[in-house]
């Protein structure tokens, strides 16, 4: 699942409504993990932080927004392509296994 931002950095409808989301489908059995971007100057730009809210595994990419304007939230050679091998997600799900 992705959202724009997630619990406890930013508690909003988006936020509440994934975390819900997320459970429910553990509880069904399904496996979830939810990728999120999170705001951080002090961390390395586009590095991806596992970390757990409750029993919902979060992987935060950071993105520090040098650049200021909204694109620079979502086109960014460094973190690849949609479907390419050097996407998010991919890092996201190798970082999962590896855990």
């Known amino acids: 699942m992705t959202t724009h931002a997630f619990l406890p950095r930013s508690v909003a409808g988006v936020e509440v409504y994934t975390d819900r989301l997320a459970r429910a489908l553990q509880q069904l059995g399904h496996t979830v993990w939810v990728l999120t971007a999170v705001h951080d ?37 460094e973190i690849g392509e949609p479907g390419s091998s050097r996407s998010a997600a991919r890092r996201c799900a190798c970082t999962a296994f590896s855990m």
């Open 41 to 77: 100057l002090a961390a390395r730009p586009h590095s991806i932080r596992p970390v757990s809210v409750g029993p919902v595994e979060v992987f935060e990419l950071v993105n520090a927004r040098l650049e200021g304007r909204l694109t620079s939230s979502y086109a960014l050679p």
